[in-house]
């Protein structure tokens, strides 16, 4: 007996130290695996950049930011302006067709979900028109608009309008018949309903579309630029082209890539925020 | 039976749906008289149309037979006189325990009183089913019972003529069904509300029950008998269960589920 409980301290403190252990394994699982997925992805662009002399390297690459970044917001004339303010104009771009296409695409939805004949009737055209390349709309825009600015924020429009308008029609199809059943015994009126019963229960879907769309809407917009000229970063990665300065358009993926990341993880918080 | 005491009368009531496969008969020649105050429970087989009875009583699907009129007025559609608790609480998981009660004590009373007394109102209904503290919890974050005592709160709130519950506790474990069993013993006793209950556990319709309606194996289903209960309130589950009477009235129950409509095997 005595034997034992004079055991049990250095039991547990042998204890509490493999449980530390095991603890620091598992941190060290998740930390792992990026790392070294990073790693050998920059060995990998190095051992190109060594075989292809006009591809710079991770460091050149890192380089040439350093000196872009120490003046984002300069402006030489409407050609040549600062990756601060290129990253914006493709942002404002992206939220005012995506703005418009919430404004209209999300009522809409509502509206499809909720009569089965406006779905039946709007199914054929949007059953055809959602798989055209958003780019495909880009002509009609400027036949339209006689722009360049309107005609790229209507391909935004055009481009992020369909998950919307289809994923809150599926969340409205799914609100479950014992909500509607609660609101039919409680008597609410119509607003009432849609804004204590309808609304919360479609959130979950309907934000589904938007961080669909928004990822849609940030990969067509540097396409759109391309096309369109003038700012933006798809702009700047084709002026880059022509300089050849490969090293900025590297940069430019990069950010692309990046801004694109923060804005679907945005919106993932803010979808967590509303389970239920 | 004096005539005012009809409180809910079913006459003739016969349910058919149609379906993909055709029209199927649910109930046919439904004839029940619900006294006020009366505790009802209607008990049979799954799939004999207990529930699509009370959703008849509730005005969420209309007969398409005959007539059910509520304290005088023909029932064409649910409305807050008769307050519904849901096989499966039905809460709206967004909206706090307090606020799912709010909703609907705005709606019955907004129009006549203050923001102060729904609140009071509010507060009391969950104070009835012994909630008060979890009042600010969301349904996800409180127990299954605690669930279904809120939904009780909710329906009881609106003062409904009459309450109607759809298998209330089947979704319960024993101990906290007989819990929530005894609760509301105590508050129907306290509201003298008048009560339909679905339910297919017979010690639950003997324990509650003034009368207990049995229906027979579905489709077409008809009410096979109707049992009084006539054991004194206020019941004590274990003073009962030394009761004879109480195991006479039990054994009829189970002698027409097992003997009369033996289910048909699945």
Partial sequence: MLKFSAALPANIAAESIRMRRRKLQAHAMQVLPPLL???????????????????????ATWDAALTLFADPFYENGPNDMGIGWNVLHSLARVGLGFGMAAVVGI?????????????????PIMGLLRPVSPLAWLPIGLLVFQKAEPASIWVIFISSIWPMILNTAAGVRQVPQDYLNVARVLNLSEWKVLTTILFPAVLPYLLTGVRLAIGVAWLVIVAAEMLTGGT????????????????HILIAIFVVGLIGLLLEQTLVLLARRFEY | MSLSK????????GMTFETAKGSFTALKNINLTIEQGEFITLIGHSGCGKSTLLNLIAGLTLPSTGHLICAGREIAGPGPDRGVVFQNHSLLPWLTCYANVYLAVERVFSASESKAQLKARTDAALALVSLSHAAQKRPNEISGGMKQRVGIARALAMEPRVLLMDEPFGALDALTRAHLQDELLAIVAKTQSTVVMVTHDVDEAVLLSDRIVMLSNGPAAVIGDILTVDLPRP???????????YHQLRSSVLEFLYQKEKRPAA
């Avoid at chain 1, 997925?37 to 002399?53: E, N, P």
């Avoid at chain 2, 019941?235 to 009761?243: D, S």
Wanted: net charge negative.
């Fill in chain 1, 107 to 123: 009522p809409l939805g509502f509206i499809v979900g909720r009569s089965a004949f406006i779905s039946g009737m709007l199914s």
């Fill in chain 1, 37 to 59: 997925g990073v790693l050998l992805f920059l060995l990998a662009w190095q051992m190109l950049a060594g075989f292809r002399s006009d591809l710079p390297g991770p460091g």
């Fill in chain 1, 232 to 247: 933006g970063l798809g702009f700047w990665v084709w002026d880059e082209w022509n300089n050849l300065n490969v090293a």
């Fill in chain 2, 6 to 13: 009809k409180f809910v009368e079913i006459s003739d009531v």
């Fill in chain 2, 235 to 245: 019941r004590e589950r274990l003073a009962l269960a030394e009761n004879p009477a």
